[in-house]
Nanobody
Framework: QVQLVESGGGLVQPGGSLRLSCAASGFTVNSYTMSWYRQAPGKERELVASIDSSGERTNYPDSVKGRFTISRDNAKSTAYLQMNSLKLEDTAVYYC?????????????WGQGTQVTVSS
């Protein structure tokens, strides 16, 4: 059974840090790009970080660049999102996604999400 399970969310004060984990099972993550998205109430889901299959290339939007760091450990089938200097506007449900293109077909999997709340 294919699964992506996020963990590490919670309540944190502004300026604090959290580390999210995304554990994959039921498939081999080595050939997948791993990404983190977030969705705040009333807003569309947005990409916050991605990392290629080798772990050498990462991508971030300006809103989190310099504060968030994505990484992966293929041996553990796990991706991580280190979030520092958290702001109120980082409050959202954070989702993990694994995606690859095989024979012209997009194969993607999503986790169920983990809540991150930044509040004083």
């Amino acid at each position: 059974q294919v699964q992506l399970v996020e963990s590490g969310g919670g309540l944190v004060q502004p300026g604090g840090s959290l580390r999210l984990s995304c554990a994959a099972s039921g498939f081999t993550v080595n050939s997948y790009t791993m990404s983190w998205y977030r969705q705040a109430p009333g807003k569309e889901r947005e990409l916050v970080a991605s990392i290629d299959s080798s772990g050498e290339r990462t991508n971030y939007p300006d809103s989190v660049k310099g504060r968030f760091t994505i990484s992966r450990d293929n041996a553990k089938s796990t991706a991580y999102l280190q979030m520092n200097s958290l702001k109120l506007e980082d409050t959202a449900v954070y989702y993990c996604k694994a995606v690859k293109i095989e024979w012209g077909r997009v194969i993607d999997y999503w986790g169920q999400g983990t809540q991150v709340t930044v509040s004083s």
